[in-house]
């Protein structure tokens, strides 16, 4: 939590001094990003939480709407795939996962800073093999999930922006073909690069 | 501008720190059934009984396991059928993590075999046609590497060293006076309480159809049954007895009256053998549990499984049970048939 605080403070008081530095013109984004993240997920037939770490490629679309001030409001969408691998320590049991999603965003920036929210979809498929075993179980969840977001942004001659971007997405999605449903919290930290357009 | 970079550059460090490397490693696995703590359900598929039922000609004779959250078919352990001519699996049991026994019926060459999870192999456990001369239907692992084995007229057993342990000349358990008698026909389970006390099943027709208690050291005298159980009904053959891990004692009634298949509980008294409670947990009028064979508990959830080996049926149906009664979990079986479910002699959850 102290750690938490000090980079909000650091964020807030770098958007504070360079609000003037970066005034954000009116028009739309187009980028690429990579993340890496961890996951819990938590499925409702059991009270134990399994930990992934994943790693995954997105490309976001959106427009921004300066008001004055350096402040502002952007709306953005975003789709990605990511892959991720359980942390269990075992010789003989392995996950992996994979998730496809696509996400609508909303927000306010304040000079280099940015907050906002979102609702995403995501498809999660989890793969378990063990041994001695053949083949692999695999369990498919879907739905929607909330998000939000904290990011610090940079542009570059006005004509590009580099973007370090935290994402939390919570909730709770339902098996494909099933009744059983799971638990997850997924954060992720990544980089982005906008191509921008006035 | 190179303040600004930093600044991102260390924003973008923090994040990761805080967000990604922070807390301990330590997972769980995501999916239970799938590892190595909860395991799969392995089913046997041979000379099955169902309480009298017609049942499917040509079992697969198979051992089989399945995935125990989906109930999704894994893979073969072992195919009797590419072994001696005549080999049924009719009982299973978990040996070590790595290997399973068998209780092979074979009237040509009744044995009980040792067997790879992984099917890589198998080998013979024990061969005693002096003991193991009639039909057989269930056995029991017990704690100190000693079997029990229902030969339909009597229990053997046989010792950690494979020997056989006899009451004079008599199998372990044989011919039980009352109030166990007469159970010399069809002892279709045997199992035994972790006091050591011996339940086995016995169908027959009434009023013979009964599940009996005796005492862990054996049957050599009439005080050694501690008590018997007539079934709820006349036409129910009580075809499996199960502990469940919730204290209660699970007996399974199968019949060609549709009325009278279905699953009691029972209070069992591990200090005197006495048993009371009877409580109708699952009973539909045979609609869902029809010829029951076999049932089996998931220590993990504490869900039992129930084989039906009517022939119309050759399902495996999950059950929560709590509260003392027994629920379906699904609105369709767990396992539908298949080639591998065809007459299910019986199933175990193991790793």
Do not use: W
Not at chain 2, 289 to 300: F, I, L, Q, Y
Not at chain 2, 312 to 323: D, L, P, W
């Amino acid at each position: 939590m102290t750690r938490l605080a000090l980079i909000l403070s650091f964020i807030l008081s770098s958007s504070m001094a360079t609000a003037d530095d970066l005034k954000r013109g009116m028009g739309a984004f187009l980028g690429v990003g990579l993340s890496i993240g961890a996951d819990q997920l938590t499925p409702d037939s059991s009270s134990s939480t399994a930990k992934f770490k994943s790693q995954g490629y997105l490309l976001e679309v959106g427009f921004d709407l300066p008001f004055s001030g350096g402040f502002g409001a952007f709306v953005s969408g975003e789709a990605g795939q990511s892959n991720a691998i359980n942390q269990i320590q075992s010789t003989t049991y392995l996950e992996i996962g994979s998730q496809n999603f696509y996400m609508a965003k909303v927000g306010f920036f304040l000079g280099h800073f940015a907050l906002g929210g979102g609702y995403r979809h995501t498809d999660v498929k989890v793969r378990s093999m063990s041994s001695p075993g053949i083949g692999y179980v695999e369990s498919n969840y879907s739905g929607y999930l909330p998000a939000g977001f904290i990011n610090y942004s940079v542009d570059i001659n006005g004509r590009y922006r580099a973007q370090a971007e935290l994402q939390d997405v919570f909730g709770t999605i339902e098996g494909s073909g099933s009744t059983s449903k799971v638990k997850i919290n997924e954060i992720t930290a990544g980089l982005r690069v906008f191509f921008l357009f006035d | 501008m190179a303040k600004i970079f930093l600044n991102l550059s260390l924003v973008l460090a923090l994040t990761i720190a805080v967000a990604i490397g922070c807390g301990e490693i330590s997972s769980a696995p995501f999916n239970q059934a799938a590892s190595m703590g909860s395991g799969y359900l392995y089913v046997s598929s041979g000379s099955c009984y169902g309480g009298g039922v017609a049942t499917s000609a040509g079992p697969a004779n198979t051992v089989s396991r399945y995935d125990l959250a989906s109930g999704a078919f894994v893979g073969l352990v072992i195919d009797y059928n590419q072994l001696a001519p005549g080999d049924s699996p009719v009982a299973i049991y978990e040996y070590d993590d790595d290997r399973l026994l068998v209780l092979v019926e074979n009237a040509g060459g009744r044995r009980i075999d040792l067997v790879k999870k992984d099917g890589s192999g198998a080998s013979t456990y024990i061969i005693n046609s002096t003991a193991l001369s009639a039909v057989l239907r269930s056995f029991i692992l017990l704690s100190d590497f000693s079997l029990l084995v229902s030969k339909s007229s009597a229990i053997e057993k046989f010792n950690s060293g494979k020997a056989r342990v006899t009451m004079g000349a008599n199998p372990y358990v044989n011919a039980p006076a009352a109030p166990c008698a007469t159970s010399t026909t069809l002892i279709s389970s045997v199992t035994a309480h972790s006091s050591g006390k011996i339940v086995y099943t016995h169908a027959a027709a009434t009023p013979n159809n009964r599940f009996g208690v005796i005492n862990s050291t054996g049957y050599s005298v009439a005080g050694d049954c501690l008590s018997a159980t007539a079934a709820p009904t006349t036409t129910a053959l009580p075809t499996r007895a199960l502990f469940h891990s919730g204290g209660k004692l699970l007996v399974s009634y199968g019949s060609t009256t549709a009325a009278s298949n279905f699953i009691y509980s029972y209070d069992f008294n591990g200090g005197t053998g006495a048993v009371s409670g009877a409580t109708p947990v699952f009973s539909d009028g045979g609609t869902i549990v029809n010829g029951p064979s076999s049932m089996a508990e998931d220590p993990a959830t504490g869900d039992v499984f129930v084989a039906n080996v009517t022939s119309t049926y050759n399902t495996i149906e999950r059950f929560h049970f709590t509260g003392n009664v027994m629920t379906r979990a699904l609105t369709q079986p767990f396992i539908a048939y298949s080639a591998q479910t065809r007459c299910v002699s019986d199933m175990k959850v193991m790793k």
